[in-house]
Every structure is written in structure tokens, then in C-alpha cells.
């Protein structure tokens, strides 16, 4: 099946770090995305992992990727106020087309 | 600047009307996408393609059509017969779609569709 699920919301404190899960289903992903979603506006993609990779570290990102149980998580070092905004994890199955499966999104909300 | 546009931002239309959204982008991308978005539902697919003259339907394509008659453009029209058409409405784009590939979607500003 494709199910893509994350928590709905988050909160953290501003200077905290902020981690936010994903876990999915089929077990022939190649990549998997992490998307960013500001109020109103469209997807920004943030970073992506290779399904043969377990970890991924770009500036205050990090990516872990547990294939034996489809779990994901993106790490935000020192969460600023600008990061508020809706997170979605994605992946994209082999087979036809690039089919991407996107999660429901992780509000994250970070008080000052 | 390279990118993908969809106008208007926000759309009010009565029950019963069909109503026809844009998309543009410049991005010379081959494949594009329509999504539509509900709060806590996340991102669903009503239609894509890969290229132009040839679409195909998404899992959520009942009550919607869309063209491509050329590469930088995929409008997306809601008709009369989708039930629920009040959304957000998400048009992507990517280099080629093809499978396997790091081939990731590119998405526009979004459409805000309030159908009374």
C-alpha cells in the first residue's frame, strides 16, 4: 500500500531542536523528500534522501532514514521563528511514472 | 526567473459553475501535476502529465479535466460535477517524471478555489 503518515502538529521553543517523523509504507521508495509549506503558499522542497542512505546532514537539517521500519525524521538544529510552517514528507515509488506520495504535513509551531 | 505561476490566487465561484485554473511555468519542465489539498489530508493527485498532448488521471480525478496543448501550460477545470470542489489547488511541475529518478516537483503559489 502507499500510506504516508505524520503527527499533525509540533511545537517547540525558538533555540530548541525540532524533530518531526514520517513513517510510509512501501518498501520500494527510492527517494524521499522533505517539503516545506509556508501559510498560503506552495511546497518548497527543503532536502531528499536516497533509499540506499541513513542519514543526510545539509546546514541545520538532518535527514535519518530506518529502512527496516520505514521510519523517517527530519532534525531542525536551533529552530528559528521562520521555520513555523506545515512539513511534508514524500516519497517516490518505482514502477511508471514518478508517482509521489505525500504525507498528511506535521504543522510545526516554534514560540519565541 | 524561472518558475511556475497560477492565477488568480483566490476564486469564488456559485454551485454549479465550472471554473477553469491556471498554470504556467517556464522552467522548460516536461511533466506536470495538478494536487488538490485539504486540511489534515495532505496532498492528493487529480491528474498529471508527462508531456504535452497526453495526460493522465491522478487517484482524485472525478469532477475535473484538464489540457496540455503546450509544454508551459496545464489548466485544470473544476466542473459542475465534483461535489466538494472548495480547496486548495496545487500545480507542480518536474524535469521528466520518470521513474526512478531524482526528479523532484516544483510547485506553484497555489489557488484558493470557495465554491458556494
Known amino acids: 500500500g502507499e500510506d504516508v503518515e505524520q503527527s499533525l502538529f509540533l511545537s517547540v521553543r525558538e533555540g530548541d531542536s525540532s524533530v518531526i517523523n514520517c513513517t510510509y509504507t512501501d518498501s520500494s521508495s527510492t527517494y524521499l523528500y522533505w517539503y516545506k509549506q509556508e501559510p498560503g503558499a506552495g511546497l518548497q522542497l527543503l532536502t531528499y534522501i536516497f533509499s540506499n542512505m541513513d542519514m543526510k546532514q545539509d546546514q541545520r537539517l538532518t535527514v535519518l532514514l530506518n529502512k527496516k521500519d520505514k521510519h523517517l525524521s527530519l532534525r531542525i538544529a536551533d529552530t528559528q521563528t521562520g521555520d513555523s510552517a506545515i512539513y511534508f514528507c514524500a516519497e517516490t515509488l518505482s514502477g511508471g511514472y514518478q508517482k509521489v506520495t505525500f504525507g498528511t504535513g506535521t504543522k510545526l509551531q516554534v514560540i519565541p | 526567473d524561472g518558475g511556475i505561476t497560477q492565477s488568480p490566487k483566490y476564486l469564488f465561484r456559485k454551485e454549479g459553475q465550472n471554473v477553469t485554473l491556471s498554470c504556467e511555468q517556464n522552467l522548460n519542465h516536461d511533466a506536470m501535476y495538478w494536487y488538490r489539498q485539504d486540511p489534515g489530508q495532505g496532498l492528493r493527485l487529480i491528474y498529471y502529465s508527462q508531456i504535452v498532448n497526453d495526460f493522465q488521471k491522478g487517484d482524485i480525478a472525478e469532477g475535473y479535466s484538464v489540457s496540455r496543448e503546450k509544454k508551459e501550460s496545464f489548466p485544470l477545470t473544476v466542473t459542475s460535477a465534483q461535489k466538494n470542489p472548495t480547496a486548495f489547488y496545487l500545480c507542480?511541475?518536474?524535469?521528466?517524471?520518470?521513474?526512478?529518478?531524482?526528479?523532484?516537483?516544483?510547485f506553484g503559489p497555489g489557488t484558493r478555489l470557495t465554491v458556494t
Open positions: 507542480a511541475s518536474s524535469h521528466s517524471g520518470t521513474s526512478g529518478a531524482r526528479d523532484e516537483q516544483y
